[in-house]
């Protein structure tokens, strides 16, 4: 660790990870530690921190806290672009866990699905005689783990955020669910987007395996190390020539698709079926075709029979409840315009009044607004970013409505539904104007729907 033992190192951001690196850096006798963060520290936890040996700067003292240290450790959340310049080396905490995991590492990235698969995967590798644990950026940090069984394997979500550093040393396996425009309000652009993801797969070797959409094949071989082994999954059967460079893939790599509700592997003309998609993944059976795949890559035999003992994540399309004659979902673990369709598309034969809201990520939502023509009778819009959604639905002939929180959106929701309606909740957008995260906003409306009773 040369960037740590003996060196001024800083952690910037005291959150979830954040208190995680400072108990983590600790052990790696750095010469100091220090702690900068925009929130003041409670006096309690300011006093536990200098007891320890480090240092906490003032919010209003970033430039002391950048001239203290030689190394920093940035919370996800921090953008460190404005200060890459600095004569500072950033540590990426993914790289920092790796080099100290003994065992097989599977790394889960995309734009959405990641969670729900590195969830699922772990507990269908544990079910399977694997002993593995699940961590990053679903709510349990990487060193975390690192208090467990080291030799076991690692299932880990990364963001973009956690990737944008660079990882010089790739995971055993690298699944890639998806990639579409989001967080443009961090990355700038898509390009850059899409370089922070596909960080996972810039280095590597033979022994080094990738899992992605047959349809980002061209993006993704052109960024990854040639000596990878490339795995492709496409949610469709495949009945025409897709042309260069997706029919070499095809040619040379191993396929998974799923034709109706049945998953297969392809390796050049050769075909198995691996098993069927589970009623419990109605929603996104793509979700399904990944956790096959990825299974099958690892060694696991028969992996389907168990698929249908996942269950669906809390706040991703769950049943609230029917009250009145109208059933309610809460999908507020969506906060992208694609999963936000396809909830809309998986409960369409039914009238949908839609709640949407949060903020966008620096991707505008007017696309989403004009696919949703004809799909929904009412779109009820909340949060910071309302009356700017209102207007695009009122250019396409969208009937709605925008409203500044959740509980007036509830409530205007019930009154335009009718019996044998469904309202759903799926924001589309983050939760940070009005909540703390998703699983707070999915929470706070299952509270307002169950009060209708």
Known sequence: MEYIFGKRVGVWGHGIVGASALRYLATLAPQELHLYDTVPLTPETHAILTHHNIRVHNPDALSVFLSSVDTILPSPGVDIRPYRQLPIHYLNEFQLFHRAWQGPVIAITGSFGKTTITHALAALLNTHGHTAYAGGNIGRPMFDLLSEDITSTAVIELSSFQLELGVPHPPDLTIITNIVPNHLDRHGTYEAYIQAKCELIRHGSTSRTILAPLKLAPTITAIGAPLHQYHWFHDSPITSKLGEPLDTCIAKDTLY????????????????????????????????????????????????????????????????????????????????????????????????????????????????????????RYIVFFGAESEQLHIWAQEYGIMSSAHSTLETAVQV???????????????????????????????????????LR
Do not use: M
């Open 413 to 451: 929701a019930a009154q335009q539904t009718s019996t044998g309606w469904l309202v759903l909740f799926s924001p589309a957008g983050t939760s940070y104007d009005l909540f703390k995260n998703f699983e707070e906003r999915g929470k706070r409306f299952t509270e307002l729907v169950q009060q």
């Open 257 to 376: 698709i799923r034709d109706n509700n049945t998953i297969y592997a392809y390796r050049g003309s050769h075909r198995h079926t691996l098993g069927s998609v589970p009623k419990t993944f109605a929603s996104f059976p793509v979700n399904a075709l990944i956790l096959a795949a990825a299974l099958e890559i690892r060694g696991v035999a028969d992996a389907t029979d168990h698929l249908a003992t996942i269950s669906t994540p809390l706040h991703r399309c769950t049943l609230v409840g029917t009250y009145h004659g109208v059933t309610w979902y809460n999908d507020s673990k969506s906060t992208l315009p694609e999963t936000t369709l396809a909830a809309v598309q998986r409960l369409q034969e039914h009238p949908i009044i839609l709640i949407i809201g949060g903020k966008s990520k620096g991707v505008s939502r007017k696309s989403l607004i004009a696919q949703l023509c004809g799909k929904v």
